[in-house]
Structures are given as C-alpha cells and as structure tokens.
C-alpha cells in the first residue's frame, strides 16, 4: 500500500510547478503584452497580433517576409476562419488583435456587421475590382477563391459537362456527383446562389442533387481525391484543390470544369482582411494591409498559391482563366454573411446537413 | 465490526433523516470546483437571453427532435457496444491466462489516443467505397466498389472503436481491485465459473461499468469529429454549423443548454444503472490477487477476438497514417517532425491532468460518501462541461476571460481549467467507484485513532485510491492530448500541441503533413498508457 506518487504532497508541488512553469511560458509568449507594447518602445514598431484563418501550411511565409521587409513582429494565432470570428465577436473591445486576416468574405463580412472593423485607405481599397471589397471600405480582398466542378478525366467526357451549375440537377448525373456540404466555400456559395436565382430556385437545384444520390464529404480536399478515386465522377469545390491535392499526390486523372461567365455556378469568393476598430496598433495594421494588398502579397499568392491574386497587374501561377472571364452572379460579397442562416436552413431542410 | 458504528461516528452529526452531514470544507470545495464548471452555462444563459422570436422559430421545430432522437440513439447504441466489446477485454486483460496478457493489456488501451476526427478518417480511407481494402480487393476479386460506411454505421462503428478503452480501463481496474474470495466462495458452493461470472463478478462491476459508460455516452454526445467525418449530423453538429456557418450565436447557445439538459438526462439514467447499493467489503477479505483463470480450449477463440479488435482499432489506422506518411515522403513532401509541439502537448495535458484530479477527489468524495439530492445535484453539474462540445466551452471561455480575467486570456492555465471544465468526470468516476468500494469503517477507525479529517484523508483514503486515481490522471492525460476545440483557442498564440498541429496540416488538405504528428501523438500517448496497464496487472504476478 505504498502511497508513491500519489502523496498529496508532491501532487501539489507538481500543481504548482506546473502552473507556474505555463504562466511563465505564457508571458514569455507575449499574450499579454498586445495593450501596452505600443507605448513602451523607443522607436521599435509594436509587435502585430494577426488571427489567421489561413493555414500556415500556406501563409506561414508571407508573415516572415512581412517582418523581415518591415521589421513589424507580427505574434499570428491561427484558427478556423469562423471560429476566429465567433472569438472576436465575443472578445468585443477586449480583443487582443490587431488584423483579421480570414479564408472568405463571409466572415469578414459577419464581423464587420458586429461593428467591430475600421474602415481601410481608399488607395488601399482601390487596388481591387470592387466585387471583391467591402462596399463600407470594412475589408479588402488579398485572393481569390473560384468555385468549379472538379472530374474524373477517365470516367467523363468534358463534352457532356454542362455550361451552368444548374444541369447538374439532370438525371444524367444520377449517382456521379459529389460536394462537401459542410465545407464554408460551399454553404457560401449557397448563399450566392439564394441571393441571384432565389430561394425556390435554388431549392430545385438542390433538390434536384438529392435525388441524383449526391455524396457527402467532409471537406474539398476528400472530394477532390473521391474524384480522383473514381469513387464519383464530379466534386463540387474550390479551383485550387487540384493542385494542392496533386502536390501532395502526385498527377491525378482531374481536371477542372469552370462554368460559364454569367452562371450562378461561375461564383468566386475572396479570401480577405480588415483592422479591428480597437486595435492600438492602427499604423502598423495598415502596413499590413498594404504589403498583402500590394506588390508583395500578390506577388506571393501569384508564386506560392494556385489561388487568383485579385489586385489588378496580377496573373495566377497556373493555366487557369483569367479572374476578368472568371465573373459568376452579380453578388455583393458583403451581404453573404445575411443570407448564410437561410443558406444553412435549407440545406438542412433539403437533408444536406 | 458492524456494532460499532454509534461510536466511531464520533463528532459527525446525524441528522434526523439519519443522514451524516457534509463537512464543511468538502462542501465548500466540491461547491467551488462546481462553480467552475458551470460556468460556462453561465454563458450561454446570458447568449440565449438574447434570444429573439426567430431563433427560437429557428429550434422549436421537428428537426431539433429528430436530431435529439438521433444523437440519443446513437450514444445508446455506442455505450452498448463498447461494454460489450470491453467488458470481455478486460477481463482477458486481468483475470485470464491470455497468452501475452501484459502487451494485449496496453494494446487494448491505446485506441483512446486517436483524436476522434484522425480515427474516423483512417477509418473511411481504409474502408470507404474505393478505400483501401477496395483496392487490396479489386485484383484477386474485382470488387469495384465497397458499400458506404458513412452516416449512422461509421459514425457507431469510429466511436466505439475509439471509445470502448473508456469502459475498459476502468472495468479492468474494477476487476484488478476485487476480492477474490468473493467469486472463490461462490465456486465453492458449487456455481460454475461463467454462473459466478455472472452472478458475483458483473453485479461487482456494476457501477464500474455504468461509471465507464456514462463516459462513453457523453463523449459520443458532444463528440464532433467523427459525426461530422461520417456525414450522422447530431446536436453537436447542429451547434458546431450555428456557429461556423451562420455566426449566430444565440441559436447555439439556446441549442448548447437544450444538450445540458440532455445530458443530465443521461447522467441520470447512470444513477438508475449504478444502483445504491453497497460495493465495499465489511470483512478483511483475502488480501491478495485472484489467480489467473485458465482459458483451456478457449484461448485461441480468446486471441482471434483480441485481435480483431487490436486490427480495427488500432492497426488499421496506423497503417492508413503510416501508407499516407510514406507517401507524402516519396513524393517529397517535407516531414512534420515537430518535437516543440510533442512537448507543448505533454505539457499542457500534463498540467491539466493534474489540476483535474486534485478538483475531481472533492466532487467524488461528496458523491460516494453523502448521497443524496444536493450529492447528485452537484454530481449532475460537474458533467454539464463534458457534456458540451469542446468549442461551446472554449467560446465561453473566450467571452469570462476576455472580459473579466484579462490576465488569464490566452494563457496555459487557462488551458488547464477548460480541460478541468470538459473532462472532470473522466476523473471524478474512477474515484467515486474507488471510494465506493473503500469501506466506511476504515475512515471511522482512522478518526477514532486519534486522525482529524485531513490526516484521514491523506493516511487512509488516498492511499487506498491511489490505483484508480492513477487510472483518473491518466485517462484525462490521454484526453486531453488529443483535445483540439478548446486548446485552439484558448492557448498563448504561438503555442502548439501535437492536436493542433494535425489539425493545421488535416485542413489544409495535407494528410501526409498531418500523418506525423498524429503518429507522434500515439507513440507518446502510449507510454502512459503502457503505465496504466502496467498497474492493472503488475500485483497479478505470474499464474
């Protein structure tokens, strides 16, 4: 009956040593220090806190550049775009950053209605198309991010994919189809389409999935090697999962069908950022926003992403249309982050999620 | 002995119901260490009374039934099964002659370790339609196409394969702890073995079991990554959409606090399948371990199940990481060898461990010691955090700290208590059933000879519960080395778990960036597993 280790002696002394040791490392991490830094330099710029909803697998980079080129230190917490949005929205006025840097527009959008960005430089804001900013000037476009069928190019004919979205709902495509209806590309991509064809509409098309047998996936990157697997024939997806899933992979028998410029299908988000209206740092957020907006921050989406750089002067890296053809619906992307509740209603009520 | 009782009471005050009273600081602490964990309800009232006419139109409809009829039915059958699966498991672990018992013991154990989203994955890569198995059968059989897992059977099928060891590890300290002269004294009035097996050992294990599968049907309730994985949407689901989809955030509280009430529903039905009946031994019992029993011509049906269960929940996805670690490497995928987070992982599930167990000895003293409404009141509380998904807590989190304790916002110990708010009854239960075993009369002796309360406490009870709270640090180490919700956004930026690090590589659509780190996270989750199942059998000795 040896007491061991479970003496409550040493459990306390372990208790103690290790929330000293976590506090500690916690300040050393300089969580806390966002508020005052500002004031105590001499001259040195405050160090940056940017939530990213970008992966690091992909962006990492450019925040090393960022500081190097600028000498800003930027302190960059990673997250889930939404989640770091609901983290904000309930930071309120405590919120420790300084720059939300989010994978799409809705987001953005949903934490400007909370009232919680600052409206950004109109040189700044001008050097993208419109359709990819905020009316308010509350957030700006660093990439875009089109939504396309990707195909099993030994089991379809490309002739026979339709030109809109809305063919898919033929029975032709019974038992062939695929999509991640989790996935937040896709329910905004729901949301563009409630907002250009309308509820009923988009209920057939959707509808008209359901009885083709429509596969569920949990995400664009197991849709697109579903595709490639011959598991189904087309994936509903973003443009760039085939060549993120093929670096990975290898060359895959994939390739993407855009639809055509008009079509509700031919629909393109942006990946974004804007400033919190309370950070101390406003000078130093701008910088940001202007390096990623600016010539570096393209240049990078351009060499280091198959995403489309959306300032103008900008080509993508790979043998896709050009952003000019790439034009679906005439969709405010400030106003999906409204339409996303009926978005994610009738996808419940049609049996999507 | 038993005469002795008026006496040894010594100051505790009966009341007239006939009651003992709770000492005062036991209440108080148990009462605080309750505080703590619900205070993220504390939260959600304050989002749902922001409630307007259309989000309540947007709950009170057939679809938040039919998703509770769902996610109840699903924690059913998952409990079910795991204590199906684990009951036999562990006692082939402990009692039997099962060849190479010690490596089957740890083996068993270690499908705890899988986070839910990396098990249901492997699960589907290897499994799914065009799967691997698929693949491996197409040649010989031209199998073209297996049916779909997806939907109700691989969301059962991922959780009680990565559940099951919840039941298991403290069904096989429950066993490891009997008396044996219990079942010896039932096999010399002439029952059978599987007789005494049945009428003496499982109404022992009664509340070990019931206390195993509480864990189970919670987890499976708040659970997210594996209903999500396999497309079965549960409660847990319908919150995670509210929140990442519509940002809405009074709909997921009113929709969080309807899964509260759930719980405690569960939590409840517990209470009816632990009984009230006494578990501890009045005599001095034999004092040593049962002898192995000897499986004869049933060993070798006995190691095919074994390994069944080891193949699918363990082997399986090792090999799915292993195949997609190879081939992220040939094809030049840099590896994600990352030791700073294999130390930030121990760390933090370290710290949290420990500040658990310490809040859990109060909550489960009180339960077993002083039953009664207040008991069960604060032991239906203490299960609220476990009962909600990781995000809800950590949002409410976010929200009490961000806006009261500042200092405490994005640091390690804040980890710490949302890992004291979301697993505090995976250390409360092992305790409560060690205490309920620990007879009464030892503490009362104690007291008589002269040991106040604390001296009590520490000489007498905790040496006696040192095993299953061995079993408690460890099962909530092991949890919260995979947790991912709340260590996201509660810790200091630039803090990173092995959790995190899988999740970074995972949704960005990197599973061979992801393989690493999830292989790590087994490989150091099952030294302390090793551990556990060492203590289940180490006093076994050899038959």
Same mark, same amino acid.
């Not at chain 2, 099962?475 to 260590?487: D, G, I, N, R, Y």
């Given at each position: ?26 300040? /050393?991490?300089? =969580? +806390?220090? @966002?508020? $005052?830094?500002?004031?105590? #330099?001499?001259?040195? *710029? !405050? ?15 450019l ?15 990673? /997250?889930?775009? =939404? +989640?770091? @949005?609901? $983290?904000?929205?309930?930071e #309120?006025?405590?919120? *420790? !950053? ?31 198309d ?20 990707v ?65 569920f996936?949990?995400?664009?990157a ?104 790439f ?27 | ?21 709770i ?12 505080a ?13 009374s ?48 099962l ?31 065009r ?7 197409e ?17 059962f099928l ?61 987890y ?16 847990t ?50 004092g040593r ?18 390994s ?39 760390l933090a599930s ?14 489960a003293?009180?339960s ?36 009261y ?31 309920l ?32 709270a ?29 959790a ?37 059998e ?6």
């Amino acid at each position: 009956m040896s007491m061991g280790w479970a003496n409550p002696r040493n459990v306390a002394a372990v208790v103690a040593m290790l929330l000293f040791a976590s506090a500690c490392g916690a300040t /050393g991490g300089g =969580a +806390e220090g @966002a508020g $005052t830094e500002g004031t105590t #330099g001499g001259g040195d *710029p !405050a160090t940056l806190t940017i939530y990213s909803g970008r992966s690091e697998e992909f962006v990492a980079p450019l925040f090393e550049a960022f500081t190097q080129e600028t000498g800003i230190p930027v302190d960059v917490r990673y /997250g889930d775009s =939404a +989640e770091l @949005a609901a $983290t904000i929205m309930e930071e #309120g006025e405590n919120s *420790p !950053a300084d720059v939300f840097f989010s994978q799409d527009a809705g987001t953005l959008g949903a934490v400007a209605a909370a009232g919680l960005l600052t409206p950004l430089d109109g040189a700044i804001l001008e050097r993208v198309d419109p359709r990819f900013r905020s009316a308010e000037g509350l957030w700006v476009g660093t990439s875009g991010r089109g939504r396309v069928a990707v195909y099993n190019t030994e089991l379809v004919d490309p002739a026979e994919l339709p030109g809109s979205i809305l063919g898919f709902a033929d029975p032709s495509w019974d038992g062939r189809l695929g999509l991640p209806p989790t996935n937040a590309s896709f329910q905004a991509h729901v949301a563009a389409m409630l907002i250009a064809i309308g509820q009923d509409e988009t209920r057939r098309f959707l509808d008209g999935l359901m009885e083709n047998g429509v596969r569920f996936y949990a995400d664009n990157a197991s849709t697109t090697r579903a595709v490639a697997a011959g598991e189904i024939e087309v994936g509903l997806v973003n443009h760039y999962y085939k060549y993120e899933v093929e670096a990975e992979d290898g060359a895959l028998p994939i390739a993407n069908h855009y639809f055509e410029t008009g079509d509700v299908g031919a629909f393109i988000n942006a990946a974004g950022v804007g400033i919190l209206a309370t950070s101390p740092h406003a000078d130093e957020a701008r910088r940001f926003v202007d390096y990623v907006t600016g010539e570096p921050g393209q240049r990078f989406v351009a060499e280091h992403t198959w995403e489309y750089p959306i300032a103008a002067g900008y080509g993508p890296s790979v043998d896709i249309p050009p952003l000019s053809e790439f034009r679906g619906p005439d969709v405010d992307l400030s106003d999906l982050g409204a339409r996303l509740p009926e978005a994610l209603e009738l996808l419940a009520e049609v049996g999507f999620v | 002995m038993t005469s002795a009782a008026p006496a040894t009471l010594g100051r505790t005050a009966v009341t007239r119901s006939g009651r003992r009273r709770i000492p005062a600081p036991l209440l108080v602490t148990a009462v605080g260490v309750c505080a703590l964990v619900a205070s993220p309800l504390a939260y959600l009232v304050i989002r749902a009374s922001e409630a307007t006419h259309d989000s309540w139109s947007l709950i009170l409809r057939d679809r938040t039934v039919w998703l509770t009829v769902r996610t109840l039915g699903l924690a059913a059958a998952v409990t079910v099964a795991t204590v199906a699966v684990a009951i036999p498991l562990a006692w082939l672990a402990v009692r039997s002659d099962l060849p190479g018992r010690r490596v089957w013991a740890t083996l068993f154990a270690l499908p705890l370790v899988f986070p839910s989203y990396v098990g249901a994955f492997a699960i589907l890569a290897a499994l799914g339609p065009r799967g691997m198995l698929q693949r491996l059968l197409e040649g010989p059989f031209g199998i073209a196409r297996l049916p779909d897992i997806g939907g109700f059977p691989g969301a059962f099928l991922a959780l009680t394969l990565f559940t099951y060891p919840y039941v298991y590890l403290v069904a096989a300290a429950a066993l490891r702890s009997f008396d044996p002269s219990l079942e010896e004294a039932s096999r010399t009035l002439g029952m059978s073995r599987s007789a005494t097996f049945r009428r003496v050992t499982l109404p022992l294990l009664r509340p070990s079991v019931a206390a195993g599968g509480l864990l189970v049907a919670l987890y499976t309730v708040h659970d997210f990554g594996a209903v999500s994985m396999m497309r079965f949407p549960t409660f847990t689901h319908a919150i995670f959409l509210q929140y990442k989809a519509a940002f809405d955030r009074t709909p997921a509280a009113i929709l969080s606090l309807m899964l509260v009430v759930v719980a405690v529903g569960v939590v409840l039905a517990e209470r009816r399948a632990s009984g009230r009946a006494r578990y501890y031994r009045s005599g001095p019992g034999a004092g040593r371990p049962p002898r192995p029993v000897a499986l004869g011509h049933w060993r070798w049906p006995a190691v095919a199940f074994s390994s069944s269960v080891v193949m699918l929940a363990l082997v399986l996805p090792v090999c799915v990481l292993s195949y997609w670690l190879a081939r992220g490497l040939a094809a030049g995928v840099p590896a994600n060898l990352t030791i700073v987070a294999a130390g930030g992982s121990v760390l933090a599930s370290a710290a949290g461990a420990v500040t658990t167990l310490v809040l859990a000895l109060p909550v489960a003293i009180l339960s077993a010691r002083y039953p009664g409404r207040l008991a069960s009141a604060l032991r239906g509380v203490a299960y609220t955090g476990y009962a909600l998904p990781g995000l809800v807590v950590a949002l409410s989190l976010v929200f009490l700290t961000a806006t009261y304790l500042h200092p405490l916002y994005q640091t390690l110990p804040l980890v710490a208590v949302a890992y004291v708010i979301l697993f505090l009854p995976q250390a409360a239960e092992p305790l409560r059933g060690a205490v309920l075993q620990l007879n009464p009369r030892l503490e009362e002796a104690a007291r008589v000879l002269g040991h106040d309360r604390l001296s009590t406490l520490r000489r007498v009870v905790l040496p006696l519960v040192s095993g299953p709270a061995a079993a408690a640090l460890g099962l909530v180490f092991l949890t919260a080395m995979k947790e991912l919700p709340a260590t996201l956004l509660l810790r200091p930026t630039g803090f990173e778990t092995l959790a995190t690090r899988i999740w970074t590589s995972a949704s960005a659509g990197l599973y061979s960036r992801a393989a690493l780190p999830a292989l790590l996270l087994l490989g150091l989750s099952a030294i302390p597993t090793w551990f556990l199942a060492r203590r289940l059998e180490a006093t076994g000795g050899p038959a």
